[in-house]
């Protein structure tokens, strides 16, 4: 069974703290997704990495795919209340199966 | 439209009760999915169809039947369900083949929250 490992687990910060959350696993995989879900909604993808070393931007948002493609992270710049909720990465097993990590559930307080 | 409908938004059920959940997407999709969430955890994975055929059954009771009437449906029906059913019910969309980019990318619809008394 493959595992995505995330850390921290839960995270209450102030509004304009930094943060970074992080993505583990002992398998290699092609590509890796970020979703964000807001209470009452379902996960909406941030992005996705494909290659091994990649960091993609948006806006205050930084991913990072690790060089063997086993992890990943994703920095917050400034945090602010509308970037709280649970923040998923995700990673393709067989065709069709896409499975989550354990999720971080973040709080941003004003 | 870029948008997976679901039906109802709150369900509550007892547990000798027969109910459906039912989705929705008109994005042209082939590949349709059922994950159950419990508060502050992750999305679980129940079933993957494919082609309107059922390609994953993650080992679910059978208490849960799927269906895909066709390429834009997907419904979910309930019966003799235990109160440790009672979660949020997530449908998904996604071309069913994979991409060069590798997993396909998932449109979630918000849900249906099920509370089984």
């Known amino acids: 069974t493959q595992l995505l490992e995330q850390s921290p687990q839960f995270l209450s910060i102030q509004e304009g703290e930094n943060l970074t959350v992080y993505c583990n696993s002992s398998?290699?995989?092609?590509?890796l997704q970020w979703y964000r879900q807001e209470p009452g909604e379902g996960p909406v993808l941030l992005v996705t990495?494909?290659?091994?070393?990649e960091v993609k931007k948006l806006k205050r948002l930084t991913f990072q795919f690790g060089d063997a493609r086993k992890d990943s992270s994703l920095h917050i710049t400034a945090a602010q209340p509308g970037d709280t909720g649970l923040y998923l990465c995700?990673?393709?097993?067989?065709?069709?199966?896409?499975?989550f990590g354990t999720g971080t559930l973040l709080a941003v307080q004003p | 439209d870029t948008e997976v409908t679901q039906t109802p938004k709150h369900l509550v059920m007892g547990m000798t009760n027969k109910k459906s959940l039912k989705c929705e997407q008109h994005?042209?999709?082939?590949?349709m999915y059922w994950y159950k969430q419990k508060a502050k955890k992750p999305p679980e994975l129940m079933f993957v169809?494919?082609?309107?055929?059922?390609?994953i059954n993650e080992s679910v009771p059978s208490r849960f039947s799927p269906e895909c009437p066709n390429s834009s449906l997907l419904n979910l029906h309930l019966h003799a369900l235990q109160p440790e059913d009672s979660a949020l019910y997530l449908c998904?969309?996604?071309?069913?083949?994979?991409?060069?980019?590798?997993?396909?990318?998932?449109?979630f619809g918000a849900g249906s929250r099920l509370t089984v008394l």
């Open positions: 998904a969309s996604s071309h069913a083949r994979q991409g060069l980019s590798g997993a396909n990318v998932l449109t």
């Open positions: 398998s290699v995989f092609s590509s």
């Open positions: 990495v494909v290659t091994g070393g």
């Open positions: 995700a990673a393709g097993g067989a065709t069709n199966k896409l499975i």
């Open positions: 994005m042209g999709h082939r590949a």
């Open positions: 169809y494919s082609y309107e055929k059922l390609s």
